[in-house]
């Protein structure tokens, strides 16, 4: 009985010492340092239950690397990461500390931007796509450019969405930024998806 007290008494010392970094594990992406999809999706539906209170407008911005496949056939992996973790930085330093920054998924990267608009959303995100597309060979792990499309969406304050259909509105405003050449903002709002 003792020495099963001793080793629980041990493994909670043990669990305590190193809660920290299993919540970073858990929490983040390993590549890149930023908030995972798990996390990112709890966020998400925190800050909808909160809007859905207090009715505030907040807005969602996506961030898709183009072509990062051919990145990946022709360097290899091992450039790819170092683009991805590249990328990752380059947005990480744009945004404010309110902002909360994932890794989506691939090269797919999502900031969720509370209390802003979609006027405020484009304003973080052109600067974005701006300085991504300056990052060099020495950065990027190969000649470059990098380029990303980006789409944001406003969830205005009288909306009501699932994490589903909000993911899905601002995927719709990069898929256009896609369709309309690459290395764009394209924003969308309540009003226009309603059309």
Known sequence: ?????????????????????I???????????????HYLIEHMEQLLALHKRYKKRSSLIMIDLDHFKRVN?????????????????????????????????????????????????RQLAEPIRESVEQLRSETLGF???QTVSIGAYELSSDEELSVDQLFSRVDKALYRAK????????ISTQEQVEK
Request: with cysteine; aromatic share 8%; charged share 25%.
């Open 73 to 121: 056939d022709l360097y290899g992996h091992i450039i790819g990461d170092q683009a991805l973790k590249a990328v990752a930085e380059c947005v990480r330093q744009h945004c404010r500390a309110s902002d909360v920054l994932a890794r989506h998924g691939g090269e797919e990267f999502i900031i969720i931007c509370s209390d802003s608009n979609i006027q405020e959303s």
């Open 179 to 186: 369709e309309e050449g690459r290395n764009k903002v394209v």
């Open 143 to 145: 000649p470059g450019p």
């Open 23 to 37: 919540e970073v594990l858990v929490l983040h992406d390993k590549l890149t340092g930023l908030y995972n999809r």
């Open 1 to 21: 009985m003792l020495f099963r007290s001793i080793s629980f008494g041990l493994f909670g010392y043990l669990l305590g010492l190193n809660a920290e970094k």
